[in-house]
């Protein structure tokens, strides 16, 4: 199997990451190459094997329906790109 | 061609915990932006999810309540998309495995008719921010106080062929999840929000038409008039040859139309996957038998019981059921009333119940706004009213009058009723003697209409029972009054 | 005192023959100084450290002290801290200040210990060479013309040059072993669950666990015996008793079963890395361990599975650094998508771009089930080879790389020859057990690592194995030459 130049830049588009017409070759023939390596895993039957989804069997711990969390906004938003009264800001959303 | 139209619901119910699905910041409605929005909510680097006890609770709740499978093992996944109302990029959502399979709703149509809808899932979900469009210097602005409040996303089978059942459906769903605790039902602040999957197809064919999703159906009346405006739409286009796309439109209530919502930039692809910071949810024997133990009566077995044990009109017993409180009213009304009355028939009780809180009370509540459990009329004042109807101490009629007085606050406690008509002396006029004095006098006064009535006029027996009620101030007994009149306009 | 073992530092904090700040000083000069060129700190912040340790010598002095009171250790910028920047190695976290602990972090900072700064490794921990960094390549000490190993490879670094006691690193596949084995000290994974991922900054999360690097067994334990704990705030966090991890160090090794699989011993692996670590087989044997053949069939799969469970993991994982709330944003955009692309495009590295990528395609529609769900499964028989082979064997034994520190640069523009080093390491992440690596030799002048991975939970044990080896070699206590 190998990618092509418009899978490449379709997965581009869906990870939201800027391919220039320029590298896209590169990166092709990377992911190519990496894909290679990984094809090696479609030889292997695996039928009636259940998928390990989780390093360890065990299953989940749930917590009580308590508030713990003060408002911390303040502290959050200095590391913040863009803020106005209390909102991050963003380039236009357009529904 | 004679259309179908075939509908399926999508309903998000945001989950009454105090705090997040996966956080333990506040839900709480209406704080100022992103000051609910903690660590994990606003996805900082290195958070992780732990999940609310309350909300796995709820969703067996309702598991429980619409018939369905609870999975004893559910499963999270990552729903992937870019999103600036979606901090990290994925939802954590149930895909595979959800926590709810299958179960059915039973609605009651206007005509009274009962059906079931079934339901395919119900899974948990986190739900997003909100993205504020007024202009902040042509940008939008982000509040995630609303990121990571439960959600349980109800999906129900396309089982709905017109606007009128979608929102049976929707109001019987909306009732439940109010009347099982686990939603506060405040469509206004987006706890309930449906989306409508719909599509037509030629009466009597087998194959569905492709659907269109509608978004945006903040209330029950934009959920009917969407889906009107969509099947027509759908008509048309269908009839003038064309072909329905697959999509997503938004209802403009304003203009009263659905319109396209996403240009076709990309194809969506979610990459779900199951979520490896959360391993499987676990629902033991023992908590499903717990939950269960903790359910109310559910609507449906109030509305048989109703029907069964008390004698009342499927309708009445709908209308009664609409919400637990309700139901809770009009049982305590009814108890009232037995105890006013021990020995007095049941159904004839409960039918006097009903009428009431189906109406005077309804109707009072309404013009108000008041909710019923705040009722300024108790259950048990409503009942001694009732009952002092029943043993003839007031009419009907004047008991609205009582109403209005205990409404107002005139008298308070359980016999606030008897109070009112004491200090009002709107007690009956049941003694014969005085009756027929006043009759007489009346029937005297008025030989014309007298003699209108023994040609045969039937309508001027009317003239004199209002002369009647004027006379006694409306507190002769109807049934006196009229028995006397008949005698003495016989003449 | 830099070559001083944790405990031999405890036992000089309490007899006050050095005070806690004197020793951050001294190991605060040294990353000045030396240590410089290593490249192998992100961020230090003297006053911060030394304020730490003006407290833990006051603790010392009020009698308080623990077994870490006053001792300085380097942190990978992975694990965020309060009021320190916490990077990643990233341009996307360049800006980025934590307004909270991890939960290791906060082990440590109750414990008394002193963060002595935040050590530089491959961006998003996505690397085998440490030179995929925002900050530039760290330098391997005993050659500065070779890469330290990764991804966390200023960790490794600064214990091998002497810059740190100890320092702590994450491991999702081979990040703590295989950068210990190339620069001559001893790291261990533990079992998964066992250290709180919480505050560790995702990689791939069925696959992170944080762990320690120190210069001895011994040392590990003690830092393990304070990383190590329940968390409620990771749900893979595992709610299990306190153990001490010292306590099998003087266990014999006799009546112990050693398993050599030959998978680890084929067609890829150095020839004077192979002899290194048949000599320290031969070692473990003198010293009463029975040597026994096992067998890892799906051996070769590991590393096909783990670059796509890992990868997908990650895309996913990384999504979040979207220059909305915080990090990097993109100076120039047309709208909300670009504003998206270009800081994605310009805050991350070309190695964790290519890995997003890769985990973008194999979650994909319609290639979930061929590269995905098929890992996943290889996942379940590599972890059932480990299951089979435990039942004949109580720790695994062989190399933790295929070869000693390549040169800087030798693979940068070659991903799969960069991914091949964690040949002998992935294993034992998609299975979730713990493994460590120390120093057995020398190769061509460069250190060779031993791996041991043990069954679930057998930490202790493997650290036991690990001190009794060291009690009879002193491999571990070679220093390079420039930082003596």
């Known amino acids: 199997m190998s990618l092509t130049l418009s899978e490449v830049m379709r997965i581009a588009a869906l990870a939201r990451i800027a391919v220039t017409p320029q590298e896209a070759e590169a990166v092709q023939a990377q992911l190519n190459g990496i894909f290679g390596l990984l094809e090696k895993i479609n030889a292997v039957d695996t039928s009636g094997v259940e998928p390990m989804y989780h390093a360890r069997d065990v299953t989940l ?15 959050f938003q200095a590391v913040a790109p863009q803020v106005e009264a209390g909102l991050y800001l963003v380039p236009k959303v357009i529904e | ?43 900082l680097p290195g958070v992780l999810p732990v999940l609310n006890r309350g909300a796995v609770e709820r969703a067996i709740r309702f598991g429980l309540a619409v ?84 959600l349980l996303e109800i999906v129900s089978e396309p089982d709905m062929r017109s606007a009128a059942e979608a929102v049976a459906y929707a109001r019987a769903l909306h009732a439940l999840v109010r009347w099982i605790d686990i939603c506060d039902g405040n469509m206004q602040e987006g706890s309930f929000r449906c989306d409508a999957n719909v599509s037509v197809r030629p009466r009597g064919a087998a194959a569905l038409g492709t659907r269109c999703e509608i978004k945006n159906l903040n209330s029950f009346r934009f959920l009917e008039r969407a889906i009107e405006y969509e099947a027509r739409r759908q008509i048309a286009i269908i009839e003038d040859g064309g072909r329905i796309e697959l999509e997503t439109r938004l209802y403009d209530p304003d203009r009263d139309e659905t319109r396209s919502m996403r240009t076709k930039e990309e194809a969506h692809d979610y990459r779900y996957f199951p979520e490896p910071d959360l391993l499987p949810l676990e629902v ?16 449906v077995a109030r509305r048989e019981r109703y029907v069964r044990d008390l004698g009342l009109p499927a309708q009445d017993a709908a209308t009664l059921t609409a919400s637990r409180e309700t139901a809770d009213y009009f049982e305590a009304v009814v108890a009232g009333l037995a105890e006013a009355e021990p020995g007095g028939e049941r159904p004839a009780q409960a039918k006097a119940a009903a009428n009431w809180v189906a109406g005077e009370l309804a109707g009072a509540l309404n013009r108000t706004g008041v909710e019923i459990g705040a009722s300024p009329v108790a259950a048990r004042a409503l009942a001694r009213l009732i009952a002092r109807i029943r043993d003839d101490t007031i009419s009907g009629k004047i008991a609205k009058e009582v109403f209005d007085a205990m409404w107002a606050g005139e008298a308070g406690g359980e016999n606030a009723a008897d109070a009112i008509i004491e200090r009002r002396g709107l007690r009956q006029i049941t003694d014969a003697g005085a009756l027929e004095r006043i009759i007489e006098e009346i029937v005297a006064a008025n030989p014309a209409q007298v003699a209108e009535y023994r040609s045969g006029k039937e309508k001027a027996f009317n003239y004199f029972v209002g002369q009647a009620m004027k006379a006694t101030k409306s507190k002769g007994n109807p049934a006196q009054v009229a028995e006397i009149l008949k005698r003495k306009l016989a003449g | 005192m830099i070559d001083a073992s944790i405990s ?64 300085p250790i380097a942190h990978k910028d992975i694990f965020v801290a309060e009021g320190w920047p916490s990077t990643c190695a990233s341009r996307m976290l360049a800006n980025f200040v934590s307004p909270y602990d991890a939960h290791v972090i906060e082990r440590f900072n109750a414990a008394g210990a002193v963060i002595l700064g935040k050590t530089n490794m491959d961006e ?42 100890a320092a702590t690193g994450t491991d999702t596949g081979g990040s703590i072993r295989q950068p210990a084995a190339l620069c001559g000290v001893c790291g261990l994974k533990p079992t998964y669950g066992v250290v709180s991922r919480y505050g560790m900054i995702a990689f791939a999360s069925s696959l992170d666990q944080g762990g320690p690097f120190a210069r001895s067994a011994a040392d590990l334990a003690a830092l393990m015996n304070v990383m190590a704990g329940f968390d409620p705030r990771d749900s893979t966090s595992l709610e299990r008793p306190a153990e001490d991890y010292a306590r099998e160090l003087e266990r014999p090794l006799a009546g112990l079963r050693v398993g050599v699989p030959s998978e680890y011993f084929g067609a890829g692996l150095a020839a004077d890395v192979a002899a290194a670590v048949e000599g320290a087989i031969e070692a473990l044997e003198r010293l009463g361990a029975e040597v026994v053949d096992v067998h890892l069939p799906n051996a070769g799969l590991s590393v096909p599975a783990y670059y796509v469970i890992a990868p997908a993991e990650a895309s996913s994982n990384l999504s979040r650094y979207d220059g909305v709330r915080y990090g990097y944003r993109a100076t120039e955009y047309d709208g909300l998508i670009d504003m998206y692309r270009r800081t994605r495009a310009e805050g991350f590295g070309p190695e964790v771009k290519r890995r997003i990528l890769v985990g973008t395609y194999v979650l994909s529609h319609g290639y979930y089930d061929a590269y995905y769900l ?6 379940r028989l590599i972890a059932r080879d480990f299951a089979e082979a435990f039942k004949g064997c109580d720790a695994i034994v062989g190399p933790t790389t295929p070869s000693v520190a390549f040169r800087l640069g030798e693979k940068v523009d070659d991903p799969v020859q960069m991914y091949l080093n964690d040949i002998y390491t992935v294993a034992a992440n998609l299975a979730g057990l713990p493994a460590l690596s120390i120093p057995c030799g020398f190769a061509g002048g460069m250190p060779v690592g031993l791996q041991l991975v043990g069954d679930y939970f057998a930490e202790a044990r493997l650290l036991g194995i690990a001190h009794r080896f060291q009690q009879a070699t002193d491999w571990h206590r070679r220093t390079p030459q420039s930082f003596a």
């Open chain 3, 124 to 165: 998003f921990a996505m690397g085998s060479s440490s030179e995929a960094s925002w900050y530039g390549a760290v330098r391997n000490p005993w050659d500065t013309g070779r890469v330290p190993g990764g991804s966390s490879g200023g960790s490794a670094a600064a214990v091998a040059a002497r810059l740190a006691p």
């Open chain 3, 374 to 379: 098929k890992a996943q499964k290889i996942r």
């Open chain 3, 8 to 71: 031999e530092l405890a036992a000089a904090l309490a007899a006050r023959r050095i005070s806690s700040v004197e020793l951050t000083r001294l190991f605060l000069d040294r990353i000045a100084g030396p240590g410089a060129p290593l490249n192998a700190f992100i961020a230090v912040d003297p006053e911060r450290s030394l304020a730490q340790a003006r407290a833990a010598d006051g603790r010392i002095a009020a009698g308080a002290a623990g077994p870490l009171t006053g001792i």
């Open chain 2, 67 to 150: 018939g369905a499978e609870v999975r004893r093992r559910s499963v999270f996944a990552r729903k992937n998309y870019f999103y600036p109302d979606l901090p990290k990029g994925y939802q954590i959502s149930q895909f595979e495995a959800p926590i709810v399979q299958g179960g059915a709703l039973r609605i009651v149509l206007a005509d009274g008719a009962e059906r079931a809808v079934r339901l395919t899932r119900a899974h948990l979900e986190e739900d997003a921010g909100k993205s504020l469009h007024e202009d902040f210097h042509g940008m939008s602005g982000i509040d995630l106080n609303r990121a990571g409040t439960p």
């Open chain 1, 61 to 75: 711990r749930l917590r009580d329906d308590e508030v713990t969390e003060p408002d911390r906004r303040a502290a």
């Open chain 2, 1 to 43: 061609m004679k259309w179908e139209t075939v509908i399926g619901l999508e309903t998000h119910v945001q989950l009454s915990t105090r705090s997040k699905i996966f956080s333990g910041a506040s839900t709480a409605f209406g704080a100022p932006p992103n000051t609910q929005a903690c660590a994990v909510d606003i996805a």
């Open chain 2, 284 to 299: 033991s024997e023992a908590w499903l038998a717990e939950v269960a133990a903790s359910l109310p009566e559910l609507p």
